[in-house]
């Protein structure tokens, strides 16, 4: 058996793309029955560290979006420009704003090129407890999917 993922989010996907790339193949389901969600407003803006974590996961995060030199912020009438921070302790990096529908559908791509069996449209309505473990969980079309730990 195979761990499962439930959701296709960016928390999700990160998962499975971890345990794919240390040769655990998992799977992931998620109710969004296509991989681009409806743009959310979180998600748009990535930190120079969300930038580079999403680098180790092998996406070309320059690729997805926009670099941030500068942020404007506004309040009672004022504006006062910033320069939008650059450093991590991983090095010298950008920020970047990208649709979440875009970092998402990139996140899947990757999962499901390391081999994570990717199903879409298949919603877990309650978990499948034995002995006090989480063992599975029924999916909204009545079947069953179990799992082992990772």
Do not use: Y
Request: a neutral charge.
């Amino acid at each position: 058996m195979r761990p499962l993922i439930i959701g296709g989010g960016p928390a999700g996907t990160a998962a499975a793309i971890t345990l794919a790339e240390r040769g655990v193949p998992a799977r992931l389901i998620d109710r969004r029955g296509v991989a681009a969600p409806i743009d959310k407003a979180c998600g748009g803006l990535l930190t120079p560290r969300a930038v580079h974590l999403l680098g180790s996961l092998g996406l070309e995060v320059a690729s997805l979006g926009r670099p941030i030199d500068f942020v404007d912020l506004v309040a009672r009438g004022r504006r006062q420009r910033i320069k939008w921070p650059t450093s991590t302790d991983a090095g010298e990096t950008t920020g970047i704003v990208v649709s979440r529908g875009r970092l998402d559908s990139a996140l899947l791509d990757r999962a499901s090129e390391l081999g994570v069996e990717v199903e879409l449209g298949r919603e877990a309505i309650e978990p499948i407890v034995e002995r006090g473990f989480v063992r599975g969980v029924r999916t909204s079309n009545g079947e069953q999917e179990s799992t082992e730990p990772a």
